[in-house]
Each structure stands twice: as C-alpha cells, then as structure tokens.
C-alpha cells in the first residue's frame, strides 16, 4: 500500500492506495464517528458492496449507474433515505463507486445537517481526479456541475483491484484525466506514458499505483495552492471547457466524460499552437491518443455555433467571454481569453469528417 497526504486550508486527508485495501477500510478510516452510511451504484452494488458492507447493520443507498443520477430528483432521494436513516452529525458517508456517484454523495454529506464527513472508496480510475480536491454536486440541464459545494473527504481509499473490472471504454476515460494532470504539470510523466506504448489496462498493478500516485500528486499540490478555484486551480480544467460542453450537447451519458476531455484536450492543444505560434507535439499526441482508442474529433452531429455558447455558460467563463486554459508548453498552462471566431473557425476544423456546422 502507498499513500500521501492532500493539505488544504481545512486540513489534510491521507490517500491511500494499494490492492485489495477495500477490505480493511475501517482500519484506514479515523475518526470516532456514530455510524456509516454507504451510497454506490447499481453497476458497483453487484461486484464490491459486499465487501465494503461487512457489518450488516451499515445502510445504503443504490443509485442507478450513469451520469444521469447527478440530478436533483436523485439528490433529493438520497437526503430522504439519510433522514430516514436518522443520522446524526457524527455519521460518515461513504461514497462507493466512481465519478457520478462521489460527486453525488459528496454534496448530499456536504449539505446533509450543513455537513458531515464522507470518505470516498473510488471504483474507477477516472474517480481518480474527482474523489481528490473536494468539489462535488449534482447537474442542471443548463450545464454540468453548476450546483455544488467544497467539501474535501475525510480520507481516500482506493483500491486498484476493483479497476480490473472495468470496459475498456471506461479505463480510456480514466485515463485521460491522466494524461491531462501530465500536460499541465510534468512533461518527463507525459514523456514515460507515451513510451510505454500500451493500453493502461495493460499495466501491472505496482505501475498503476504510480499512475494514480503521481495524478492524485498533481491535483493535490494544486489545491493546496488554490482550494476554491480562484486561481491556478482553473489549470486542471484543461480541455474540460468544450468537454463539458459536448457532454451536455450529446446529452450527459452518450459519451464518457473523460471521451469529451479527450477531444477537449485536443483542441486546446490545436487553440494553444495558434494563440502561442508555437508547436506542441500536436501530431504525436494526436496519433497516441487515436492508438489507445481515444477520440480527437468533435462529434459531426454537433452545432458548432452551438457549443461555442455553451463554452460561454462554463462556470470558469467570466463575463460571458469565452475563458480556456491552453499551454504556452508543455507543463505551463494559463487561462486566456479566446476570441470568438478564433475558437470557432479551430472547432469547425475539429468536426468529425468534412464540412462544418
């Protein structure tokens, strides 16, 4: 097992990671709490609730698996079932499962009594970025993640055994916000993943503890500079502006969020070679992404125009300009304000196959 310690202005939290630790989480987990209550997914129920639940007595609470269970009707289903539960404000929740359901759980202890304490125990990779740094919440049809709360987990604990069940597609998506927290901060990480020259669900378990070490490091040493997004925090939402956007234009669950990052990723990268006149390997990534099954293009069903507004509803855009984080190279990324017909006439180029919309 390997672990570090995430610092914020409220404190610190370990993260531990290692195989098969799922079992001994109440060892790992500190604090004299009343009761512990768990909230997971269908999809994760079946393969890992048993092992976490080992005394009976533990409620739960099963949402449906899919970006879709980020909505305010689930919100409120998991508060009543909380309050039927009578807990009180020693209660820890804990959050089985991955993204959706992190975030999801996240806010409901972030808002359950004016907040309790919530451990995550991720169950994907791509929870590997959202169960460190303390945003959660929940979707509104008018864009991603624009309700929620700061509100950091007591701990961490993430087993990499329960990663060996995932598709494919989902280990894709995980790993893009791998290959994101290595664009921004640390080209020699970057440099190592592209010369492995393999899908990740080919690494051994030791190499993927280091995967996830060094992206949890990443987000980490960059909250504890900025906590709540005033600043450089913004930097680890590369790619995630037109993502989220093609996310909420396909309708959420049509693509992995890690899919639209990818593609969001992309162009930023396209963008920052116009914006910056430089070159930024753009090809070769390209070409990597496209070999690990990532996509690189906007869908071709997609208004572009659109999505262009969209970008501006972003809750990074200020003023209603279009805000994007782009990279002067390689490991320095900065938040710019992007002209218009600039980022659109770079999106129309980004369309799945010919012709623009």
């Known amino acids: 097992m390997d672990s570090l310690s995430i610092d914020t202005n409220g404190g610190s939290y370990p993260v531990y990671i290692g195989t098969g630790i799922r079992f001994k989480w109440q060892e790992l987990v500190k604090g004299p709490y009343s009761s512990f209550f768990i909230i997971t997914d269908e ?79 991720p ?25 929620g709360a700061f509100h950091q987990p007591a701990a961490v604990i993430y087993d990499t055994e329960c990663l060996r069940t995932l598709p494919d597609r989902e280990w894709r998506s995980g790993f893009s916000e791998v290959i994101k927290h290595a664009l921004i901060h640390d080209e020699a990480f970057l440099n190592w993943l592209m010369e492995s020259g393999k899908p990740v669900q080919g690494y051994s378990d030791e190499e993927l ?97 659109q999505l262009i507004e969209r970008m501006k509803k972003d809750k990074k855009a200020e003023n209603k300009t279009l805000q994007l984080v782009l990279l002067k190279r390689i490991g320095k990324p900065i938040k710019v304000k992007v002209n218009d017909d600039i980022a659109l006439k770079l999106l129309r180029a980004s369309i799945e196959g010919s012709g623009a919309h």
């Open 123 to 147: 169950t994907t990779l791509l929870a590997h970025d959202s169960s460190v740094g303390g945003k959660t919440g929940i979707n509104h049809e008018l864009g991603k993640n624009l309700i």
């Open 209 to 305: 503890q280091f995967i996830i070490k060094k992206g949890i490091a990443v987000k980490g040493a960059i909250v504890k500079e900025d906590e709540r997004e005033k600043g450089i925090r913004a930097y680890l939402n590369f790619g995630h502006t037109l993502g989220h956007a093609i996310e909420a234009e396909l309708g959420y669950g049509k693509m992995t969020h890690g899919e639209a990052v990818a593609i969001g990723m992309i162009y930023a990268l396209r963008l920052s070679e116009e914006y910056f006149q430089t070159t930024l390997r753009m090809d070769d990534i390209k070409k990597w992404f496209q070999e690990i099954g990532l996509p690189t293009t906007v869908p071709k069903e997609l208004n572009t125009n």
């Open 43 to 121: 999809e994760v129920e079946g393969r890992y609730l048993s092992s976490i639940q080992q005394d009976k007595e533990i409620q739960t609470f099963v949402v449906p698996s899919g970006e879709e269970s980020k909505s305010f009707s689930r919100y409120h289903e998991v508060m009543t079932a909380l309050l039927k539960a009578d807990l009180d404000r020693q209660a820890c929740i804990i959050a089985l499962g991955g993204g959706v359901v992190g975030d999801l759980a996240g806010f409901a202890a972030a808002t359950f009594m004016r907040g309790i304490d919530f451990v995550q125990i």
